[in-house]
């Protein structure tokens, strides 16, 4: 089920259900056994991690996304097309270097290096590798405690990958320290629910609470879609 899909299919859920409704358990259940494809030994998990998540260890936190099966998970990417051309025509022409934080299988590195021949290119995530990568160096490390010194990439990117967060702050921290000209940020423009199906902890309803968490004063908050595509300018 692709991106701009399930934004719609969303956008339905939150904004257009009274709220009583969509946030009842009993409502929501068929929905997250549908997403979950039947897996009712784990829905209770699905259904409940805003209240467990925190009390989790990092690896079982971690253990619980390793498992995860869902509707989404084949996917080729969590971005929606129209995000990934207005960020490739806003990225820093002056740029060298490029890295995104939480790569995945590397499809926007990919769409990058084959419409920016000119940027060295790194992917950054908890895998031991990333064989679908094309043109880019790989390097596993956690968003909390990046390997790389600061000022280390012109460019860092991250994308629909902080919603999922316990330690935000901290992440943010770490993404602004290694990037020297610009961050960029997608997440979903979405109001909080506890039955979400996606399992995100943060939340930005409006442009204002994601500028206010990242904290840089040059920036532009763009809605595409459905989510929300930040470039924060860095005066490095």
Known sequence: MNRSLTNAIRYVLDELL??????ARWFM???FYIWYKGNTKQIKTYMDFKDIAYDMTEEEFIEVYRNLDC???DRPT????P?????VSMIDPTAVTLMDVGCGN?????????HNKKLKLTGCDLYDSVPTLKNADYVKGSIYKLPFPDNAFDVVSCHHTIEHLRELPDAINE??????????????????????MDMHLNFYPIASYLQKEIQIKDNICKDIQGDWVYIGKLNK
């Not at 969590?78 to 097309?81: F, R, S, V």
């Not at 995000?83 to 960020?87: A, E, G, L, R, V």
């Not at 590397?106 to 084959?114: A, E, K, P, R």
């Not at 993404?175 to 979400?196: C, E, N, S």
């Open 106 to 114: 590397g499809f926007w590195l990919n769409y990058v290096g084959d």
């Open 78 to 81: 969590d971005l929606n097309m």
């Open 71 to 73: 509707m989404a998970r």
């Open 18 to 23: 009274p709220p009583v409704l969509r946030d």
């Open 175 to 196: 993404l602004k320290r290694v990037a020297k000209k610009q961050l960029i940020i997608v997440t979903p423009r979405q109001r909080y629910y506890f039955y979400t």
């Open 83 to 87: 995000c990934i051309k207005y960020m």
């Open 29 to 31: 259940y068929p929905f």
